[in-house]
């Protein structure tokens, strides 16, 4: 545990190996100059589904037995697209990668992850989830409406086999995330 008695939560799809190789080449081909703004690692490329935050043993024990009793669905693929960004492309914040199949997936297993986190005490979320995979954080905020134009949809397609709760550790670098907690999708 972190101080204080918490740790630093969130549930994510992990993107398999294969994919975090391809999103990679495809970028470096797409954008020879870099992708703008702070890039986290490829290996810590997930599809976050809920970030929970500070959370103590027993609300992560709730999030665990909620999500370890609800029905997750059949595993499943998904297609990952284009490239979005927000608030938007002119003003973004966020450089992300969209998922064109197996969205209402992603939008169902998020939905789990709330309802699992409201049953542990958490707030609801305010922002309505959309399905994307973070690629950079811009501070402050710069357009990248050249950048999204630019690279064309991926097409990728990446089974979606579990849901995963994640620890991440913070300091000395890039945050390092570590897998607590796997729930099999049928």
Known sequence: ????????????????????????????????GGVPGRVPPAANWHLTMRFLGAASRA???????????????????LVFGGLGAFPNPRRARV????????????????????????????APEEKRFTPHLTLSRMQPARPVADEVARVP??????????????????????????AVEHFALR
Request: charged letters at 25%.
């Open 153 to 178: 949809p991926l097409g990728l397609r990446m089974p979606v086999r579990e849901l995963v709760i994640y620890r991440s550790h913070l300091g000395g670098g890039p945050a390092r995330y570590e």
């Open 1 to 32: 545990m972190a101080d204080g008695g918490t740790e630093r939560l969130f549930v994510a799809v992990a993107l398999t190996e294969e994919a975090r190789a391809a999103i990679a080449a495809h970028l470096r081909a797409s954008l020879p």
């Open 95 to 122: 450089l992300w990668l969209g998922v064109d199949e197996g969205a209402d997936r992603l939008r169902d297993l998020a939905a789990t992850a709330e309802s699992a986190a409201r049953s542990a005490g958490f």
């Open 59 to 77: 609300e992560r024990n709730t999030v665990r037995g909620a999500l370890a009793a609800a029905d997750l669905g059949p595993a499943f693929d």
